[in-house]
């Protein structure tokens, strides 16, 4: 989803932009969409911290390697086993707290990821931007998803796991809320990181190929019509379903939503999840939400 950015939500979802009905050509950023930060602000020396932690850090890049080394075993599987398969895709009209998911018939096998910190780092946008002292600036993101190719990099373990995926006869499909304006800088990004071929409204799926805006809920339904969606992988839970993304939605109860009994086997077990402490709707909250009331302690005086 591309979105994406800096500390800034780059919501990038460059995404969150849109009105329902309402095709997108170019970027268009939404208030929401730049309201929300992490970490400490670019200085001089040092990137911001969430930068720092998922770019740099030793940690970061083994937890993504971890995810993608499980995701590939469970597709693997899948593929070979002879069972009838079941969407992990949310059936039209349920929910993630009423989940339904439809049978996948005869149809072929695929695995569909978010693109921005899922299957590439945004690495020299993220970089020039925190450089420049930029929380996030639309104009520079046009322009990396135009002509960004191989200043991304493929994540830890997804270039292995993707090829283990493939080798096993599963599809290999994008879904990512960079615009489809910039469909061929995408593809070139993609194929330059060393990720393989993909082609727009075929294994690329981009914000504008439907009226939905940010919301991937749409583009999903499109793939499930053509496949047999057994895996999704994604750093934000848009990448899952938009309903976790609905305005209002507090904090807790965000979290009671993506880990209600009715959802939570699906995590590690057809969802898979990223950690992006950089941008995103998860980066909210205040003292009592984070925290809770009933958790405030101090020292004895």
């Known amino acids: 989803m591309m979105r994406r950015f800096t500390i800034s939500l780059i919501a990038l979802s460059l995404a969150g932009c849109s009105a329902p009905g309402q095709q997108l050509a170019v970027p268009v950023l939404s208030k929401d969409a730049l309201a929300t930060q992490v970490g ?3 200085s001089p020396t040092s990137p911001p911290t969430g930068q720092q932690w998922l770019y740099g850090s030793a ?8 995810v993608y080394k499980t995701m590939a075993q469970y597709v693997r599987a899948k593929a070979l086993n002879r069972a009838i398969k079941t969407q992990t895709v949310l059936a039209k009209g349920s929910t993630p707290d009423a989940p339904r998911f439809e049978s996948c018939g005869t149809k072929p096998l695929a695995a569909v990821f978010d693109a921005d910190e ?3 780092w945004n690495v020299g946008a993220m970089r020039y931007m925190a450089e420049q002292g930029i929380d996030f600036d639309p104009a520079i993101w046009n322009e990396w998803e135009k002509s960004g190719a191989g200043k991304a990099l493929a994540m830890p373990g997804a270039v292995e796991a993707l090829k283990t995926m493939r080798d096993a006869g ?13 469909a061929k800088g995408t593809e070139d990004a993609l194929r330059m990181a060393g990720l393989g071929e993909f082609k727009h409204q075929e294994t690329l799926y981009l914000m504008g190929d439907d009226p939905t805006g940010s919301s991937k809920d749409g583009r999903r339904a499109t793939i499930a019509t053509k496949y047999c969606v057994i895996a999704m992988a994604g750093d934000q839970l848009g990448d899952f379903a938009h309903a976790f993304n609905a305005n209002g939605l507090s904090v807790a109860d ?6 209600n009994p009715a959802i939570l086997p699906l995590w590690g077990n057809g969802w898979f999840m990223f950690p992006n402490p950089v941008y995103g709707p998860s980066i909210r909250g205040g ?3 984070i925290y809770s009331p009933q958790t405030k302690w101090e020292p004895a005086k």
């Open 40 to 42: 400490e602000k670019p």
């Open 59 to 66: 940690e970061g890049s083994i937890v993504s390697a971890q």
């Open 118 to 120: 899922t299957l590439i």
């Open 170 to 182: 599963v599809t290999i499909i994008a879904n990512t809320n960079r615009t489809a304006a910039n």
């Open 254 to 259: 965000r979290r009671m939503l993506a880990t």
């Open 287 to 289: 003292f009592d939400e």
